[in-house]
């Protein structure tokens, strides 16, 4: 009987050892983020692959009305900017799930992400594909506050009937309206297929 108590005494103290450190080492480990990684403009250069790396990173935001925001990352880093948790991300997939249930997938090679406003930056090689349309960019940014999807720089867009070219193309979240347009008053180009 002097040795079960023995046993399940040491077996608590392991288990409590993992515990503190799985919840608490390691976590605050993984949350500092060195100004090193950062470029002029605070975006994501390069994330380091010490101490600061987050594998597999997954955010799954319910927004309202049965919509859902997920967000996944190969590699992150988190930094805490005046108070507000910012992900710096590498090889990052979004998923929009609408109210009937429908998704718009984005990919990109690089994002950042704000996890109290739900802001999201997608940059380098942006896939984005709903139903049957697909957009390539190189930037886009996602403004809950405002409600506005924001897709620029190298913007081509193809569905079944047409492919276009444009510089910019916004999306409101609420009403779904899309403009599409060009910088210095040039002509979007249409093409059909």
Known sequence: ???????????????SFYLIFKNYLINDQNKEVTKSNLDNSGK????????????NLRY?????????????????????????EIVYMEKVKAIFFDKKGNQM????????????TYDSEFSNNIKINYDNHEIVAEKMNLNFAKK???????????????????????IN?????????MNNNKKVLINKN
Do not use: C, P, R
């Open 1 to 15: 009987m002097k040795k079960l108590i023995q046993l399940f005494i040491i077996l608590t103290i392991i288990i």
């Open 44 to 55: 994501i250069d390069k994330i380091d692959d010490g101490d600061n790396l987050i594998k």
């Open 60 to 84: 799954e935001i319910n927004l309202n009305q049965n919509q859902k925001y997920i967000l996944t990352a190969k590699k992150s880093n988190i930094s805490n900017l005046d108070d507000t």
């Open 105 to 116: 997938i984005v990919t990109s090679d690089t994002g950042m992400f704000n996890s109290s």
């Open 148 to 170: 506005i999807i924001k897709i620029y720089e190298d913007v081509i867009y193809f569905n079944t009937d047409l492919s276009l070219v444009a510089d910019i193309i916004s």
């Open 173 to 181: 979240l609420v009403t779904n309206k899309t403009d599409i347009y």
